[in-house]
């Protein structure tokens, strides 16, 4: 069974406070990695798709890597607004195109 | 960028009544998923549709059935709802193989 794993489940940074959030999965063949960013009472918004290992992406502050096991996203300088709950998803080759969601990181940004 | 609609953002009813939730597709996706998010839960994957048949299948219960129609749109059936069917409930669109995106939701409780 495909498994996903986020740690930490929760993150308090100072503004400016460089850190990562780490994905660990376990799937029966990777057909990709996303990662989602969700604010409360909203639906995942779409940040990036992995598909290989050693696959970098990046987007302002956010970067993600991937790895045969795990992926990070990286948050560089953070500000305030980028406090969010960070989701990490999995499609399996296997199992159609549904996303297998990890329990996500709570990311809290202080001024 | 037109978005995925999804109707109504909040519902309430009784045990044992009925609901349905409708959702919007971005316009020319071809794929509809539909996900239940527990209070506190990861998104779980509940079933899509692809060019109007289903194409997969997750934890779905037997009460509760999907259709997607002519014009995209797909609707989320519920009967003899039950206190733990109360949580937010997801569609997201795509085409394709290409990454979800994710409507706002919309919240079912159960009183």
């Known amino acids: 069974e495909d498994q996903v794993t986020q740690s930490p489940e929760a993150l308090r940074l100072q503004e400016g406070e460089s850190s990562s959030l780490n994905c660990s999965y376990t799937?029966?063949?990777?057909?990709?990695l996303f990662w989602y960013r969700q604010d409360p009472g909203k639906g995942p918004e779409f940040l990036f798709t992995?598909?290989?290992a050693g696959e970098e992406k990046e987007k302002e502050r956010l970067k993600a890597t991937l790895t045969k096991k795990e992926s990070f996203l990286h948050i560089t300088a953070p500000k305030p607004e980028d406090s969010a709950t960070y989701l990490c998803?999995?499609?399996?080759?296997?199992?159609?195109?549904?996303?297998?969601f990890g329990g996500g990181t709570r990311v809290l940004v202080k001024p | 960028a037109a978005g995925v609609i999804q109707s109504p953002r909040h519902l309430i009813k009784e045990k044992r009544e009925t609901a349905t939730l409708k959702c919007y597709p971005i316009?020319?996706?071809?794929?509809v998923y539909w996900y239940q998010q527990g209070p506190g839960q990861d998104p779980q994957f509940l079933i899509s549709?692809?060019?109007?048949?289903?194409?997969d299948k997750g934890s779905i219960p037997d009460r509760f059935s999907a259709q997607q129609f002519s014009d995209y749109h797909s609707e989320l059936n519920m009967s003899s709802l039950e206190l733990g069917d109360s949580a937010l409930y997801f569609c997201?669109?795509?085409?394709?193989?290409?990454?979800?995106?994710f409507g706002d939701g919309t919240r079912l409780s159960i009183l």
């Open positions: 997201a669109s795509s085409l394709l193989n290409q990454p979800q995106h």
């Open positions: 799937v029966s063949g990777l057909r990709g």
């Open positions: 992995l598909y290989s």
């Open positions: 998803a999995v499609q399996a080759i296997t199992a159609g195109n549904k996303l297998t």
């Open positions: 316009p020319r996706h071809d794929t």
């Open positions: 549709f692809y060019e109007k048949m289903q194409s």
